[in-house]
């Protein structure tokens, strides 16, 4: 089992910045791919970000790519999501999840989820 914790939403003003964090309880946390996921009222789960859990390798939703980072510091069981020039369309529930099978944009390809964290960007 893998529990995630995530932390760091709020809001925020269009065009201002938050960094979500997700930390995981468990000490094999450096053998998962670890992804990002929103969720907006009365819409699907929806991919933005993965990083691999070997080389590190990121991918991006095409909506957030060159405004989000995801980075993640295997010492620390911690993924961050820095999220940069946010629009209003960004408002929603983000969600933290590990996958031990790799990186994938599915999040039914993800067992383990965090409890989720709200960002509201008001314009």
């Known amino acids: 089992q893998v529990q995630l914790v995530e932390s760091g939403g709020g809001l925020v003003q269009a065009g201002g910045s938050l960094r979500l964090s997700c930390a995981a309880s468990?000490?094999?946390?450096?053998?998962?791919?670890m992804g990002w996921f929103r969720q907006a009222p009365g819409k699907e789960r929806e991919f933005v970000a993965a990083?691999?859990?070997?080389?590190?390798?990121?991918y991006y939703a095409d909506s957030v790519k060159g405004r989000f980072t995801i980075s993640r510091d295997n010492a620390k069981n911690t993924v961050y999501l820095q999220m940069t020039s946010l629009k209003p369309e960004d408002t929603a529930a983000y969600y933290c999840?590990?996958?031990?099978?790799?990186?994938?944009?599915?999040?039914?390809?993800?067992?383990?989820w965090g409890q989720g964290t709200q960002v509201t960007v008001s314009s």
């Open positions: 999840a590990a996958n031990p099978d790799g990186s994938s944009p599915n999040p039914y390809e993800y067992p383990y």
């Open positions: 990083i691999s859990w070997s080389r590190g390798r990121t």
């Open positions: 468990r000490r094999t946390f450096s053998s998962y791919a």
